[in-house]
């Protein structure tokens, strides 16, 4: 926010800006019960991708800088397995995920290409 570093340049933390959002939309018709469940783990993951994407970009070692984006994909697979819990349960019956889908297979298969290049920005 009050800082102008590389990771900003990057296309897959605006991915993932928009993953944050989506997923903080879906959270808000979840049922009340889930707040402290499934609401607070998809918000968590959510940020968590958002976060070690800008901490990773911020790292001189290619070996760091893989390590963080592969936490960061991580916590994707993270949401994606609790939506499809939540999918079970009936909670997104009333809800368009298209667009918080397309953000997660956006953002995975530009983490997965950044993890199996050389990882870098600094170069």
Known sequence: MFLSLDHQKLDVFSCSKQLVLECYKLT???PADEKFGMTSQIRRAALSVHLNIAEGAS????????????ISR???????????????????????????????????KMLSKLIASKATIHD
């Open 28 to 30: 808000r018709v979840l």
């Open 59 to 70: 790292r001189r070692s290619e070996l760091e800088r893989r390590r963080y984006y592969e």
């Open 74 to 108: 991580g916590s994707i697979i993270e949401i994606d397995a609790a939506l499809d819990m939540a999918s079970e349960l009936n909670y997104l019956n009333n809800y368009d995920t298209n667009k918080l889908g397309e953000a997660i297979l956006r953002c995975f």
